[in-house]
């Protein structure tokens, strides 16, 4: 005996929230939709994934194809498969983020993206789709992950004063750390290093760079 079952094939997507540091706040990559649904509204960067290639494959081809940024480091978020997230079909989202230096980046937009431009995570303007509940896990994962990991260094440039690594703690948390218990902190966690040099900002004395150890490598902290 032969079964023959009619099921319906949701459509799969990848959204992509990418965050950078600008200006002391945080801001993340968002790209104006050129085409229905919500057509000029603004969302994060992403789109269905091809029948050939994997789901970090998507996420990366969609983040070039629509901002021109390439190369970055992405952790997969979350799956978001609510029936009415999509007023075309059936569609679920695998959510990525990524975290990227300090003004390293100058997104443009490309494919069927009207514009690509940083937004700051206090101040966005209404978002596509569930896009704003994607953003609110992606800010909360980036919170949590600053207590047992070093995913703070990902913002950082290839050499950095403690100053510059605070102020970006503090920009994530949303509140001021003392600053003698955080450079023991970071000391005692021997992955950086003295880079040999220093950098003056502003009237302030020069301040001594440092660099992590391993570059590239997230660490865990036990």
Request: with cysteine; hydrophobic share 40%.
């Amino acid at each position: 005996m032969t079964f023959c079952y009619d099921y319906a094939r949701p459509a799969v997507t990848t959204d992509i929230a990418v965050f950078t540091i600008q200006d002391q706040r945080l801001a993340v990559l968002l790209i104006q939709r050129g085409g229905e649904p919500f057509a000029g509204h603004w969302a994060l960067p992403g789109g269905f994934v091809e029948a050939d290639e994997t789901l970090e494959a998507c996420a990366l081809r969609e983040l070039a194809e629509e901002t021109g940024i390439q190369g970055v480091w992405l952790e997969q978020l979350y799956t978001f498969g609510n029936p009415e997230r999509d007023p075309r079909d059936r569609v679920i989202s695998v959510a990525y983020f990524a975290l990227v230096p300090m003004a390293s980046l100058n997104p443009r937009a490309g494919s069927d993206a009207q514009d690509a431009r940083w937004f700051f995570i206090d101040d966005l303007p209404e978002l596509a789709f569930d896009h704003r509940d994607i953003l609110d896990l992606a800010q909360h994962r980036l919170r949590a992950k600053l207590d047992y990991s070093t995913v703070a260094f990902s913002f950082m440039n290839e050499t950095f004063t403690l100053g510059e690594l605070q102020t970006v703690y503090e920009i994530v948390r949303g509140e001021t750390l003392d600053k003698r218990n955080f450079r023991k902190f970071v000391k005692s966690l021997n992955l950086v290093e003295d880079a040999g040099a220093t950098r003056r900002n502003g009237t302030h004395k020069p301040a001594r760079l440092y660099r992590l150890i391993q570059p590239g490598h997230l660490h865990y902290i036990r």
